[in-house]
């Protein structure tokens, strides 16, 4: 939301400075209202309960689209894990025609729906440099460098409040093996694989066995590709449903009745039950349960969608840690070398708020903030932060509620502060007269 009547330019640089490879600007914004930064769900989902409240609001956004973690970075074989019902955001149910688990097209279509029905409207490009409050004037300064196809333009936006929208898995995990560089073969993250099409025939390492690393490694599979997957340390793998029920959905269900102990004990005798013994393939279970290791530690069990399966046929192959790469193979930890084609880096994400975000007492040094969910939401001085819960969609959405209403009523204060002043000067303007 961008518009004359919620900012201002006070500056700009001489025109004698100004060339298509240069910055064209250097401007300075007030914001009547909160800066978000994001526009991904958690984002979209701020921006909308202020738009309710009637508060104004900017939203920047790097890339060129809203959620392009979504748009850019995923597979396409990718759809939602849990039911769309737990995935929705607030007051814009997902279409009823819509499956319970959605494809990341209707996903996106989705959000994008939401976008328009809220008119919201990021200011796309814009990448921010740095935040830091300013104590002497109570104000939030965010630096920004806005990009369009030849020109850049430096930005400096002054506000209120700060929301932290940028979530989780902000910027890509990429560790570093020895002899990588002279591997000689493709090497991608999983936020670059789409399909598994271009891997026909070829012998690929998948490293890392989340939900991500066992759904590529099962793409491959589909694609008559040879994918051996590096399994490092311990994984839950749970069954996505249950006599034709969500697992996340009965779980919910469970914490109702059960302390969360017992609902990780019954999940896991209802895995052995459906999928076997899966440590004897490799997938050595944690000491800790899935709900419990999710709630401490941010580790998501792998809800199985059929890679146990050709884990079990052989399809699939399951291999310890990895020791070196040399040209056209791999040495794993146990002393193995195999040779191999490609590389698929299915090593997660994380947050990129540390190396923007001038503050070290709301959010930790990896960017999350320190106070656990349902209290990590709110810092001092207008600072707010949404989907860093561990919780997925539904957390940043009950966040974002959470933030929006907080704004909200602290913007109506100050507006009704700034209307009962102006109402006295003019008050006293007449007296003098």
Not at 229 to 258: C, D, I, N
């Amino acid at each position: 939301m961008y518009n004359n009547n919620n900012c201002f330019n006070l500056s700009n640089m001489p025109q004698s400075f100004i060339t298509n490879d240069e910055f064209l600007s250097n401007r300075c914004i007030w914001v009547n209202g909160p800066v978000i930064v994001g526009a991904g769900p958690s984002g979209l989902a701020v921006a909308a309960g202020l738009k309710n409240q009637g508060v104004p609001f900017i939203i920047l956004e790097r890339a060129n689209c809203i959620a392009s973690l979504w748009q850019n970075r995923t597979y396409d074989r990718l759809k939602l894990h849990l039911p769309k019902q737990f995935c929705q955001l607030p007051n814009f149910p997902f279409p009823e025609d819509f499956p319970e688990y959605p494809t990341k097209y209707q996903f996106i279509t989705y959000l994008e729906s939401y976008a328009k029905q809220f008119d919201i409207n990021p200011r796309f490009n814009e990448t921010v440099q740095s935040a830091k409050y300013d104590e002497t004037f109570g104000f939030w300064r965010i630096k920004t460098i806005s990009s369009s196809d030849s020109s850049f333009c430096e930005v400096e936006y002054i506000c209120r409040w700060l929301v932290v929208a940028t979530g989780e898995n902000a910027e890509k995990i990429e560790p570093e093996f020895e002899g990588l560089q002279h591997f000689e073969g493709n090497v991608m993250h999983a936020g670059d694989y789409k399909s598994g099409a271009s891997c026909r025939g070829k012998r690929v390492l998948v490293v890392g066995c989340g939900n991500s690393g066992m759904e590529v490694s099962l793409d491959l599979c589909n694609h008559n590709a040879k994918p051996s997957m590096v399994v490092r340390s311990s994984v839950h793998v749970l069954p996505r449903e249950v006599l034709g029920k969500s697992t996340f959905q009965l779980a919910v269900l469970m914490m109702k009745y059960f302390p969360l102990w017992l609902v990780d004990k019954i999940l896991l005798i209802l895995a052995r039950l459906i999928l076997g013994n899966v440590e004897k393939y490799g997938l050595k279970r944690p000491p800790t349960g899935p709900i419990e290791i999710k709630n401490t530690e941010g580790k998501t069990p792998v809800l199985d969608i059929g890679a146990l399966q050709k884990i079990r046929s052989g399809d699939i192959k399951v291999v310890p840690g990895i020791k070196k790469f040399s040209p056209g193979k791999v040495e794993l930890v146990n002393g193995q070398v195999l040779e191999i084609d490609s590389v698929v880096l299915a090593t997660g994400y994380r947050s990129n708020v540390p190396s923007w975000l001038k503050e070290n007492e709301f959010f930790s040094e990896n960017g999350i903030p320190k106070n656990p969910f349902p209290n990590g939401w709110k810092g001092k001085a207008g600072l707010y932060a949404v989907g860093f819960t561990k919780r997925g969609l539904s957390g940043a959405s009950l966040d974002a509620m959470s933030v929006a209403l907080d704004i909200a009523k602290s913007w109506k204060e100050e507006t009704k502060q700034k209307k009962k002043s102006i109402a006295s000067r003019h008050r006293r303007c007449i007296s003098h007269f």
